[in-house]
Nanobody, 125 residues
Framework: QVQLVESGGGLVQAGGSLRLSCAASGLTFSTHVMGWFRQAPGKERVFVTRISRSGGTIYSADSVKGRFTISRDSAKNTVYLQMNSLKPEDTAVYLC??????????????????WGKGTLVTVSS
């Protein structure tokens, strides 16, 4: 079965950096679009960023552009989220996601096929 396992969350001060990892198994990594969502306390889950199958195309939410970078390593079946210049409003559970289609509207609707359980990122002011 498909498993997406996130790691790398934790507590960081505002202005700091964290790198999240998501190890994928049970799927053909190269045929899946990979990405991240986040859910802040008491709020709905929202799209953060996604990366195409080849890694050549990235799309990110305006709130994280210029600060967060997604990448993927096919040799390790892992996707990363480098988060810089963190702000208290970035505090959330970050969830890894995967989808086998190129229907990118699924990402905007949060209707992708596979989800991780999430890792908590807390940014203190």
């Amino acid at each position: 079965q498909v498993q997406l396992v996130e790691s790398g969350g934790g507590l960081v001060q505002a202005g700091g950096s964290l790198r999240l990892s998501c190890a994928a198994s049970g799927l053909t990594f190269s045929t899946h679009v990979m990405g991240w969502f986040r859910q802040a306390p008491g709020k709905e889950r929202v799209f953060v960023t996604r990366i195409s199958r080849s890694g050549g195309t990235i799309y990110s939410a305006d709130s994280v552009k210029g600060r967060f970078t997604i990448s993927r390593d096919s040799a390790k079946n892992t996707v990363y989220l480098q988060m810089n210049s963190l702000k208290p409003e970035d505090t959330a559970v970050y969830l890894c996601a995967a989808d086998p289609t190129t229907d990118y509207s699924r990402w905007y609707r949060g209707s992708v096929d596979y989800w991780g359980k999430g890792t908590l990122v807390t940014v203190s002011s």
